[in-house]
Structures are given as C-alpha cells and as structure tokens.
C-alpha cells in the first residue's frame, strides 16, 4: 500500500462519515512516528501526513493535526520515554496527546 493509497482511504473514511453527520466537524490526526522506526517507515509516515495535510485543508468541515513533532526530541528522534514498545505510546505519551487533542476538539467548538 502507498502513502497516496493510506492518505486516499483516510480521505475516504472521512467522506463518508461527513455523509452521514453533514453538521459534524472532524478533527483527523495525523500518523504518530513510532519509536522503533526504520526506513522507509518514516518516508512513509511523513509523506501520508504531508498529503493528508494538503489534500484536507480547504475542507470546511474537517481539521487536519499532525502532533508528531511533540513525540520526537530536539534531534528528531521519536522520544523513547513516550512509548511502552516502539509503537505504542504510553501513558505520557497519551497525556500529550489528550491534551493536544482536548485543545483543538475545545477550538472546533467555539
């Protein structure tokens, strides 16, 4: 499967939720890096999160986050400390994503 094929079914999904809630906003985040990352796994990640971003901008009714930069250290690396193993992230990490998520979900309701 291809990053436009991943970016293309995410694109998908969200159409056909919109088709069902018109009045609904959604917030679509982007891929999270994974801690055990080897290439072409972050080409792949960034190059999903770089087309959903352009492809889902000039929707009115959808938010495009990419929160990924929070989850890596000054050098880029994802973060260790933040996942329990190499994919998933733990409870800090979750603590990071919640409150990213909380603020744009509290933006979107205003």
């Known amino acids: 499967m291809t990053p436009e094929d991943i970016a293309a079914g995410i694109e998908a999904v969200c159409a056909a939720a919109h088709a069902k809630q018109p009045g609904a906003k959604i917030l679509v985040l982007g891929i999270l890096p994974r801690h ?3 290439p ?3 080409a792949i990640t ?3 999160n770089t087309l959903l971003a352009a492809q889902l901008t000039d ?3 959808l938010t495009f986050r ?3 930069a ?3 250290g000054p050098d880029g690396v994802p973060d260790p400390k933040l996942y329990s193993d190499g994919v998933h992230i733990n409870a ?3 603590g990071i994503l919640g409150a990213k998520i909380r603020g744009e979900v ?3 309701m205003r």
């Open 92 to 94: 800090t990490g979750y």
């Open 36 to 38: 055990d990352e080897k």
């Open 66 to 68: 990419d929160f990924g």
């Open 46 to 48: 960034e190059k999903v």
């Open 59 to 61: 929707v009115p009714w």
């Open 40 to 42: 072409p796994r972050p």
């Open 106 to 108: 509290l933006a979107l």
């Open 70 to 72: 929070a989850f890596r």
